[in-house]
C-alpha cells in the first residue's frame, strides 16, 4: 500500500520569500511517480511538477522545484520568490507501479502568502 | 471549452432525490476518474475508466453509479444519498492508464446533502 504523509497542515510566507512544503512517502513500488498539485479556492487541482523515482536530477518547473530525497523517501516543494497568488492548498500525490495511472494523496498543506 | 469541465458547480439535494455529476474532457484523454474530496481528508479515488471500460471501483457504495458513454464524457449518478456524502467532486483525466504524467482535473462540483 501507498502512503502520503504532509504534516503541515498551514504554512504562512511573506511575498517574495521562498517556502519548502514537506511530503514524506511510503511505499513498496521500486518504480514510482511523485506530483505537486496546487488547489486554488476555485476548487481545480492544477498540476505543478513530477518527479520519478529513477530520475537521477531533482525536477524544476520555473519557481517550483522538488528536493527528492530517495532514501528519506521524502519529496519535499519548494516554491521561490512567493506570489500572492501563490495561496492555495498544496496536494504531495504518488503514482505506484500498479499500471494504472492512479493515484494516492496526501492530506495537503494551506499555504498562506501576505504581502 | 479546453481541458476538463464539470456540470454543474454548486449541487444542493435532498436524501431522496436523483441527480447526476456531469464530467466532460476535451483533451483527446483516453483514461477518466472521479475522486471525493472531504475536508480534512485525502483525495479519495473513486473510479477509473478507460476507453469507456470501468478498470477500477474503490468499494464505493452503490448509491454511486458512474457511466462513461465515450471517452470524452464520464457521469457520476447520485440516489439516495447521506449527509457524510457532502464533498467536493472532481473529475480528472489522463492521457491514458499507463501514462506517468499529470492527470488534468475539473473544477469540481461541490455536493450538498441536506
Known amino acids: 500500500a501507498q502512503k502520503i504523509t504532509q504534516t503541515q497542515p498551514g504554512m504562512f510566507v511573506q511575498e517574495k520569500e521562498a517556502v519548502t512544503l514537506d511530503c514524506t512517502y511510503d511505499?513498496?513500488?521500486?518504480?514510482?511517480?511523485l506530483f505537486w498539485y496546487k488547489q486554488p479556492s476555485s476548487g481545480e487541482m492544477i498540476f505543478l511538477i513530477y518527479?520519478?523515482?529513477?530520475?537521477?536530477q531533482n525536477a524544476t518547473e520555473g519557481r517550483y522545484s522538488l528536493n527528492f530525497q530517495k532514501a528519506r523517501k521524502s519529496a519535499n516543494l519548494v516554491i521561490s520568490a512567493s506570489q500572492l497568488g501563490d495561496s492555495a492548498m498544496y496536494f504531495c500525490?504518488?503514482?505506484?507501479?500498479?499500471?494504472?495511472?492512479?493515484?494516492?494523496f496526501g492530506k495537503g498543506t494551506m499555504l498562506l502568502v501576505s504581502p | 471549452e479546453t481541458g476538463v469541465t464539470q456540470t454543474p458547480r454548486h449541487l444542493v439535494m435532498g436524501m431522496t432525490n436523483k441527480k447526476s455529476l456531469k464530467c466532460e474532457q476535451h483533451?483527446?484523454?483516453?483514461?477518466m476518474y472521479w475522486y471525493k474530496q472531504s475536508a480534512k481528508k485525502p483525495l479519495e479515488l473513486m473510479f477509473v475508466?478507460?476507453?469507456?471500460?470501468?478498470?477500477e471501483n474503490n468499494s464505493v457504495p452503490s448509491r454511486f453509479s458512474p457511466e462513461c458513454p465515450n471517452s470524452s464524457h464520464l457521469f457520476l449518478h447520485l440516489h439516495t444519498l447521506q449527509p457524510e456524502d457532502s464533498a467536493l467532486y472532481l473529475c480528472?483525466?489522463?492521457?491514458?492508464?499507463?501514462?506517468?504524467?499529470?492527470?488534468?482535473f475539473g473544477p469540481g462540483t461541490r455536493l450538498t446533502v441536506t
Open positions: 480528472a483525466s489522463s492521457q491514458d492508464l499507463l501514462a506517468a504524467y499529470e492527470q488534468y
Open positions: 511505499t513498496s513500488d521500486p518504480s514510482y511517480g
Open positions: 518527479q520519478g523515482s529513477y530520475d537521477q
Open positions: 500525490a504518488m503514482r505506484g507501479a500498479s499500471g494504472y495511472s492512479t493515484l494516492t
Open positions: 483533451l483527446g484523454h483516453n483514461a
Open positions: 475508466y478507460s476507453l469507456e471500460e470501468r478498470v
